[in-house]
């Protein structure tokens, strides 16, 4: 049974520091929108009513800010898999990549980041490849049904009780 998408959103901000248990692909997703959809309408206000240095530096921290919860999601949403949530690091060169280009243009301009996307284009091929099909597979393939070795709860969802270690 999927949960009602503020109760998802709700899950994800209530464990954002916390990956242990599982989350299913509704979460994902839930987060993915609202995420999306916080950072752009508070971006595009910071915009509207500040220029120059300190909307780049309050735009840049929506973002990053909105982000926050994404590493433990990403763990839990592997854990739904029966996985390792260790798995998720291999979401964390095309994130960390996205974000130093994101603070190279708001620090130093479209020039600076013009010049080292230049440079990382040589090893984007080996980056993103593993970047998007883990990031696929968060948001498509379903979790397994029933209790796993990450939560042993008989609906086999949820963070209330985590597997013995």
Known sequence: ??????????????????PRGRADRGEAWTYLLAATLCATLLSGMVSA???GALADCLSLGIVVTCAIP??????????DFNRSGWWSLALAPGALRLLLLEILQRGFGWSAREVAEDVLRWI???????????????LAWPGSSGANRFVASSAGRGHDRPAPR
């Open 124 to 138: 984007d091929w080996a980056i993103f490849p593993t970047f998007g099909l883990a990031y696929l597979a968060l």
């Open 1 to 18: 049974m999927t949960a009602h998408p503020i109760d998802s959103l709700r899950n994800t901000l209530s464990f954002s520091f916390q």
């Open 49 to 51: 009513l500040t220029t």
């Open 70 to 79: 994404a590493p433990a999601l990403a763990a839990r949403r592997f854990h």
